[in-house]
């Protein structure tokens, strides 16, 4: 595949992004950190690592997992990716959680009303009418050769349990350049969550 020189620039900054870690590393790999009540837990992108991922596996679908390593969350889904994406998903069919993406210029990316930056938020499961039809993927992305730089920043929320017992695992995959990442998370209380933030 032939790359201009603005996306191999593109990918070099990124990939510079993820080779640091600041001040606060604290969740290791795999690891599914709890949520207790209305707490906001932290990560940096450095922990996290795609464990599910297998060179030449099938891709399955609505996991916001890239399964075969190529870089790509569930790709062939109908999913939309770009250079930048982030995916959350769960099981429990009527459960609420929220992935709430904003991009540089501190825009919430919502459903239905694409960013002036392009970040743009495809999916919001449940759904009012159960538009997810149980397979609960929330999925934000941006599709541009050159994203804007600066600072996006990812928050997800246990909003309700619809009568779910707790705890509810969610998966957190991320693509920012030219590979994923990934975290397991563990939801208990409704208003916990998880939070974290991406540099261009
Ligand atoms: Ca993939
Ligand atoms: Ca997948």
Redesign the pocket.
Known sequence: MIRSDAARRASARLALVFALCPAGCGARSGAHPTGAPGRVLTAAPAEMSEAGCVSGAP?????????NCNGI??EG?GVETGAVQFAIAWEQPRVDVDLLVTDPAGELAEVGRPLASGLTKQRDCPGRNNECRGQNLENVYLDAAEPPQGTYKVRIVLENLAGQNPPILVHFGARVGPRSVGLNLRLDQPQSGYETSFTL
């Open positions: 891709e399955r679908c609505f996991d916001a997992t890239d399964n969350i569930d889904c």
